[in-house]
């Protein structure tokens, strides 16, 4: 999905409701650096940030340029040139399970000012941002929340957790197996180009995970502005393999009092081999002169307590919902992840705002590989899903199973149930938080949030969207 996100026109509805009451809702015209910058300080206003410095400044100008942004102004407020409510947006692949990626629609910078509240500015932004992901032709929609109130209102739910870990220093004894290649110590700069390359083979292999656009490696290896206190802390280390090739990387800094032991703590992990993890947390635990270790937005299921002799060193202490997921357009989202076994499963998804609703017949095989039905409104099948389906192995037990139980006769109840579909009812925010895997359709089932014809429904759907990887995002956005 590579095309210009500022293509899309300034969604009519949306303005037209902003102007009713007085706001202009407009799109932001990157060359316009007198508008940028405005844009620039309305969100640093609304995420509590201080006021940009010009090496700041110069940094967001690159990263917005490549983003549709959206400003909502008011012309009675002293500085009129300052939006009272800011997004931004761009088109950008979503990992899922199978090493797979799916088209999404990434929202971020969702800020309204609290002099402008009850306006309906965000649920306009929000809808807009939906109409757009549709235009744009993505299968889901995206973001990370500060607040987990707003968004299930517009279809969004969580989809993959992350942790904060902490690691007891003193009790911290490696006693898993050692890596055949070796971790370096590196300045920060030498490291770009290699984390590029890392970065984009940890992606594919985490569900959760999202693209890394331009200048995000330079804000996280504190290349932003390099002199700073922040950045001069920073330590950066390596993991070649046997053969030489880097294959991860870490940045951690010390906080500390003076002549105090401190905390280890980072926030940048990326591996892309599973010798890699292990390497880069062998030498994260083992350092010296620190009380502990704390690793920020680390996976829910992350190894490193299989790794000590003594499990009890590892803490958990923070546990909560990450990354927010909106499908979009159900039977392409459906058909991009992998599934973790054969089956054939209905879904009937309510989808108040209408993007995903619908009945979809989905037809796992043995591979994972899948094949979504969509009817029509006629009955008949949409096409494309069924010239795919004649060209998939689909799940023979679950076809011979119906095709047995019709044959022994219409009035057979027994044939009759066999005979159904295995089926679920749910709300659209609810396939969004299995879809990865990173919660069990049975688990919703007890929460009262999905129906099921059956117990044996859920406990396919189960083991349909499992995922052999905990879905985990690694970064804000």
Known sequence: ???????????????????????????????????????????????????????????????????????????????????????????????????????????????????HRRRGIARAMMEAELRAAEHAGAAVAMLTVTEATIYGRYGYAPAARAATIEIDRRRAKWNGPSAPGRVHFVEPAALRDAAAAISRRAVARTPGEIDRWAGILDRMLGLVDPESDASRALRAIRYDDEHGQPQGFAAFRVTREPNEPGWAEFDVFAAATDDAERALWRVLVEQDFVTGVRGRLRSVDEPIEWLLEDPRAVRVVDVTD???????????????????????????????????????????????????????????????????????AAPKRERSRARAAGSEGSGSRAAARAAEPRSLKLDVRDLASIYLGGVRPS????????????????????????STRAPHLSIWF
């Open 1 to 115: 999905m590579s095309f210009e996100p500022r293509s899309i026109p300034v969604d009519p509805d949306a303005k037209g409701a902003l102007a009713s009451k007085g706001l202009d809702y407009r799109l932001i015209d990157p060359s316009d650096t007198e508008a940028l910058d405005g844009w620039i300080d309305a969100d640093h206003r609304g995420f509590h940030h201080a006021r940009p410095r010009e090496v700041t400044r110069e940094y967001e100008r690159r990263v917005m340029g490549e983003r549709r942004l959206h400003g909502v102004f008011d012309p009675g407020v002293p500085d009129p040139d300052v939006p009272v409510a800011t997004v931004s947006s761009w088109p950008t692949g979503l990992s899922v399970p199978g090493g797979r990626s799916v088209d999404g629609w990434a929202v971020s910078s969702v800020t309204v000012s609290p002099t």
């Open 322 to 392: 990450h990354l927010w997921v909106r499908i979009v357009d159900a039977a392409a989202a459906l058909g991009a992840r992998r599934y973790g076994a054969a089956g054939e499963l209905v879904l009937d998804i309510d989808d108040p705002l209408g993007y995903a609703a619908g009945r979809y017949t989905l037809l796992a095989s043995a591979d994972g590989r899948a094949v979504v039905h969509v009817p029509r409104s006629d009955g008949s099948t949409d096409a494309a899903s069924a010239t795919a389906s004649n060209s998939t």
């Open 443 to 466: 688990v919703l089932a007890r929460a009262g949030r999905i129906t099921a014809s059956s117990n044996g429904a859920l406990e396919l759907a189960d083991r349909m969207f499992a």
